[in-house]
């Protein structure tokens, strides 16, 4: 394992920031630390580059242990959130200035500071100041920044988190590729499932202080392990007295379960039922356009339920009775999360063939 | 209405802005006029004579030493001061920014005071003084003590700020590429509070040259040793010497007009680099 963090616990005052924390990371993969705020992501990252100090446990990088070691003797290159740079150096300056502390010749300067700007697309740019460059590009010329000493492991702090929706998006998709090509092993801070989701190799979750499940992202859409995770991911919706909903009457140990949009599925009466066994009815309470689809709000049985419908199918209407159908719930037992699979869509799959 | 609103306001604004140039003209420009045209009246020649006055020349050179002193001290120390507030997290640190905020509160002649108590004929440090073979009242030690405490606050009051709306991050991001403290200094902090720096030592500066109370107090009066040139003129003119009192303020008032002009350039260079800071933030 490239990375290891070993029973780390850290606390600034009375406020527990990690509890417990380990997990480890493999070299080359683009790591994502997602948690909402207040759940200790940064600090795993600030103790990772040495910004701060844990107050036991242990970290390795590439099998040696930095604890002792100064922020500036581990390797890294730190990107952070509102991107730090030098105010009062050019671009170029910027970039160089991790290769002069190294006493790097000007012309190994040069030619690296150069090979980076092409890298991030602002090329002929290097005598601006920060001032004069957009969001995006000062993103992009810290990530250089932190590249140019040839780190081994880079850290970011939200690396999107300044930055306007629409550029963020393009940012997503270029630091990834980018980090593919330069091949270096990368842990990032985020709030933002999507961002996560879209980024990551693998997802790290953390909540309170504390590790709540790690995997790739579609183990943890598909998987959730903790009702937290469940919950944090996806639009998702805590239903506390499922038991009543057809298919998941034997699930009653369980106390809670999340449910999202995409477990339900809606159908006008008169269209076509694939399991018609199965279905409950519902009616149609809150209608809201999205852009791309509408959200639907249905109670089932008292339950309010969320689900989505396609522009292109026929609109469905306030009041309006519907046919549910639910696919599959994640349940909680208290302990931890699971998938339950409708049963009734079990029952009646083979009658239907 | 609405028309009528706007002819009360603009009436409203014409009156303020008259009220403020009547009251600067009767309480700043016409003394200085005064004081300009007093010093002149007995011809020029007199004029100068008063001012190559021995005893005036050396009260303007222990003025200038007691400046220089004051603003190299609090130079020093200031930035320690600023920078430990900014950079670190530490117990009491509110105190020590009240601290610092002390000569803005006391009146300069209880300063004085103090400090003849600790080291006057009565003071406590009088033995270690007279062990040392050291005199600090009623002295020139005495009177750059007095002028540094009175002007403490004002560079690190300019710097904090600037320090505190930039945060670590900048330091941050130098620090983990290695960079040795005094290079982060030079290379990134430095640069960005030059000008509220810049600012502070002329603030600074131009109240050290100014200090009367503190510097009374200590200075013992003793003509051609400890007088400074605001005590100067209070001896020349409790000597009813108003010519020469005259003339030797006018070169008081010179010296804050020339301060005047600098702390304008400067302020005006500050805007300059706020205003990269704001589009930076944006």
Redesign the interface.
């Known amino acids: 394992m490239y990375v290891k963090l070993h029973n780390i616990e850290k606390s600034f005052g009375d406020f527990k920031a990690s509890d417990h924390i380990n997990f480890e990371i493999e070299k080359g993969k683009l790591v994502a630390l997602l948690g909402p705020s207040g759940s200790g992501k940064t600090t795993i990252l600030r103790m990772l580059?040495?910004?701060e100090y844990p107050d036991s446990g242990d970290i390795f990088i590439d099998g040696v242990r930095v604890n002792d070691l100064e922020?500036?003797?581990r390797g890294?290159?730190?990107v952070?959130?509102?991107y730090?740079?030098?105010?009062?150096?050019t671009v170029y300056d910027n970039i160089a200035?991790?290769l002069e502390?190294?006493k790097k010749s000007k012309k190994e300067c040069k030619e690296r500071v150069e090979e980076l700007l092409e890298l991030i697309g602002l090329k002929g740019m290097g005598h601006r100041?920060?001032?004069q460059l957009s969001g995006g590009q000062k993103q992009r010329v810290a990530f250089a920044?932190a590249l140019a000493?040839n780190p081994h492991l880079l850290l970011l702090d939200e690396p999107f988190a300044a930055i306007d929706a629409k550029v963020r998006q393009e940012l997503r998709s270029w630091l990834k590729e980018t980090i593919n090509k330069v091949g270096i092993t990368s842990i990032f801070v985020t709030h933002d499932q999507d961002e996560a989701i879209e980024v990551a190799d693998e997802i790290i979750i953390t909540n309170h202080g504390r590790i709540e499940q790690i995997g790739t992202p579609l183990e943890i859409y598909r998987n959730p392990t903790t009702l937290f995770t469940a919950q944090f991911i996806g639009e998702s919706i805590l239903l506390e007295d499922y038991g009543r909903l057809k298919g998941f009457e034997q699930e009653v140990r369980a106390a809670k379960a999340v449910i999202r949009p995409e477990f339900v599925k809606v159908t006008k009466r008169g269209e076509q039922l694939q399991f018609p066994n199965s279905v409950e009815e519902g009616v149609v309470e809150k209608l809201s356009f999205r852009g791309s689809h509408i959200e639907m709000q249905i109670n089932v049985k008292g339950i309010q339920l969320v689900a989505t419908r396609s522009l292109e199918e026929n609109p469905v209407n306030l009041g309006e009775k519907v046919d549910v159908l639910i696919y599959r719930l994640f349940v909680y037992n208290g302990i931890t999360a699971s998938v339950v699979e409708n049963m009734a869509i079990q029952d009646n799959a083979p009658i239907y063939i | 209405m609405n028309k009528t609103n706007k002819k009360e306001s603009k009436l409203v604004r014409n009156l303020l802005i008259l009220l403020s140039i009547i009251f600067l003209f009767i309480m700043l420009v016409m003394p200085l006029v005064v004081v300009l045209s007093e010093a002149l009246q007995k011809g020029f020649k007199l004029y100068i004579d008063a001012i190559q006055d021995k005893y005036t020349m050396k009260a303007l050179l222990l003025t200038v030493e007691a400046t220089v002193f004051a603003v190299i001290v609090n130079t020093v120390f200031g930035l320690f001061a600023a920078w430990s507030i900014t950079k670190y997290h530490f117990k009491r640190k509110r105190l020590l920014t009240v601290l610092i905020d002390i000569p803005f509160a006391i009146s300069p002649i209880i300063a004085g005071l103090v400090f003849i108590l600790t080291f006057g004929r009565i003071g406590w440090a009088k033995e270690i003084l007279d062990f040392l073979d050291m005199k600090i009242v009623f002295a020139v030690p005495g009177i750059i003590l007095g002028t540094i405490f009175v002007t403490f606050p004002f560079i690190s009051r300019e710097i904090i700020p600037v320090l505190q709306a930039q945060g670590n991050d900048q330091e941050e991001a130098a620090a983990i590429m290695g960079a040795s403290a005094f290079r982060i200094f030079r290379k990134v902090t430095f640069p960005q509070i030059k000008w509220a720096f810049l600012y502070g030592i002329v603030l600074c500066t131009a109240r050290a040259m100014g200090e009367f109370g503190a510097v009374s107090v200590l200075s013992g009066h003793l003509r051609g040793k400890t007088v400074t040139l605001p005590l100067q003129v209070e001896i020349l003119y409790s000597e009813f010497n108003f010519t020469a009192a005259f003339a030797v303020s006018s070169v008081l008032v010179i010296l804050a007009i020339i301060i005047l002009i600098i702390r304008n350039i400067i302020e005006h260079q500050m805007k300059k680099a706020g205003g990269n800071y704001v589009r930076k933030a944006s």
């Open positions: 580059a040495g910004l922020a500036s003797k890294i290159g730190f952070f959130q509102n730090a740079l030098f105010r009062y150096m200035f991790g502390i190294q100041y920060p001032h920044r000493p």
